[in-house]
Structure formats: structure tokens, C-alpha cells
């Protein structure tokens, strides 16, 4: 279909083959909480797992079946999902996941790539970012910018003790500057 609207990315492979890939990469991020792949896959995956943390939030018998169905380890990872996943976003409306863009993985093929990540985990890069930023305009004696405002209201929004673990990450990057 040239130029018309598809309701996913087939990402060049049957449908199958796209379900078990789909499928992998959600399981790797609900276990290792942020992946590095391509950038349509990411798009893809995320699409899932917000399904699948959806899901996870209603936590009745429904949505545990169907969670069992994506995941391919769910003896492993349906206690996380049901249990601290949940926890953590239980008050968020959505949008559990982010996408950010990075550098080609690999020189030769120059394949867009992506981290996907789940939002306000232990492995938040935007949350780290941003108490660097803080930490270095605290070091220089700069005041912060409207984006770093931003930042730090987006990144301790919906995090529990939001502004006691921000505060702490930034003294622990002040602290290693020294």
C-alpha cells in the first residue's frame, strides 16, 4: 500500500516471526527495565508494553492471562509486573515507557537506534540527566533554565518521594565531583 496508513510497522518479517520479536523485547524490558535496539522496533515494543502495563494495573484474573501471553519467562516476571511495576504505576494515567534516539549501533548499516526505557525506574536516564544538569549549575553557582524547570517537574511528577530521591541523586553527583 503506497503511501497509506498501516495500523503497525511489519518491520520485514512474517507475522510470527514479528510476535515472538515483539514479544522478546517486551519480556527484556519488564526484566532489565530500558533496551537498546532500532528505532522502529523500540516504537513497536513500546506500543506492546504499555499494553501489557495496562494490563498489569487492572491485576485481575483477564489481565494476568493475558500478561502471561506476551511474556515468554511469566514464572519470572509476572511477580515484578504484578507486583513493583504495578506499584509504581498505579497513579500514572500512561505513557509508562520513552523512546529516546541515540547513535547507529553499528557504523556499516547505519540503522536508526533507540533506548527504551521504562519512566521513573532505577534506570531513568532523564531523571539522571537532569540531576547532573542540577548538580552543575549548583557547582558553577548558575541559576537553572526554564527546560531544566521542566525537567525536574516532569521527572518527580509521578515518582514516589519524588523530590527526596532527586535531591539525593544530586548529592551523589555532587559528591563524586569533588
Known amino acids: ?23 522478546n523485547l517486551v519480556t527484556s524490558l519488564i526484566k532489565d527495565e530500558s533496551i537498546h ?28 492471562r493475558k500478561a502471561q501471553g506476551i511474556l515468554f519467562t511469566p514464572h519470572e516476571l509476572m511477580p515484578k509486573l504484578f507486583g513493583e511495576i504495578r506499584e509504581r504505576y498505579l497513579s500514572r494515567p500512561g505513557g509508562y515507557t520513552r523512546v529516546l534516539r541515540t547513535e547507529p549501533k553499528d557504523k556499516y548499516d547505519q540503522a536508526p537506534s533507540a533506548i527504551l526505557e521504562l519512566v521513573d525506574g532505577p534506570k531513568d536516564m532523564r531523571f539522571a540527566m537532569t540531576a547532573a544538569a542540577v548538580a552543575r549549575d549548583r557547582a558553577l553557582g548558575k541559576p537553572h533554565t526554564d527546560l531544566t524547570h521542566k525537567n525536574i517537574e516532569k521527572v518527580t511528577r509521578f515518582r514516589r518521594d519524588g523530590h527526596d530521591a532527586f535531591e539525593e541523586m544530586v548529592g551523589k553527583i555532587e559528591s563524586t565531583r569533588l
Open 1 to 23: 500500500m503506497a503511501g497509506g496508513h498501516m495500523k503497525f510497522r511489519q518491520l520485514g518479517r512474517s507475522s510470527a516471526h514479528r510476535q515472538a520479536l515483539l514479544r
Open 37 to 64: 535496539t532500532t528505532w522502529p522496533k523500540a516504537k513497536e515494543a513500546q506500543r506492546l508494553a504499555e499494553k501489557l502495563i495496562t494490563h498489569a494495573k487492572k491485576n485481575d484474573e483477564v489481565a494476568r
